[in-house]
């Protein structure tokens, strides 16, 4: 199994920004290859897809709840994905989690890592 590792969250002011990363931590070769997804889980609620994109870095997927605020981007050179958050609200804080898919559906099975918190306070 692709292990990945998240970065960079922390706490943000309502309307603030931060950009998360996520890298592999072993097999960079085969990080090349796969789609990666954003995902979140906010205390007491199920874990929800939030973005995704595909190893040619075309067509990305976002949820609804994040359209027009959170941008995608990989860098193949830094063998990494970005997911920058902009105009973060009082109910996007959660921790966030990367995976080698795009949908819950597939990664049942997925061991998850620590993730990274995202926390939005005035």
């Known amino acids: 199994q692709l292990q990945l590792v998240e970065s960079g969250g922390g706490l943000v002011q309502p309307g603030g920004s931060l950009r998360l990363s996520c890298a592999a931590a072993g097999s960079t070769e085969e990080f090349k290859y796969k789609t990666i997804g954003w995902f979140r889980q906010a205390p007491g609620k199920e874990r929800e897809e939030i973005s995704c994109?595909?190893?040619?870095?075309?067509?990305?997927f976002y949820h609804d709840n994040v359209k027009g605020r959170f941008t995608i981007s990989r860098d193949s050179a830094e063998n990494a994905v970005y997911l920058q958050m902009n105009s973060l609200k009082p109910d996007d804080p959660a921790v966030y989690h990367c995976?080698?898919?795009?949908?819950?559906?597939?990664?049942?099975?997925?061991?998850w890592g620590q993730g990274t918190q995202v926390t939005v306070s005035s």
């Open positions: 994109i595909d190893p040619g870095d075309s067509r990305p």
């Open positions: 995976a080698p898919a795009c949908a819950l559906v597939f990664l049942s099975r997925y061991s």
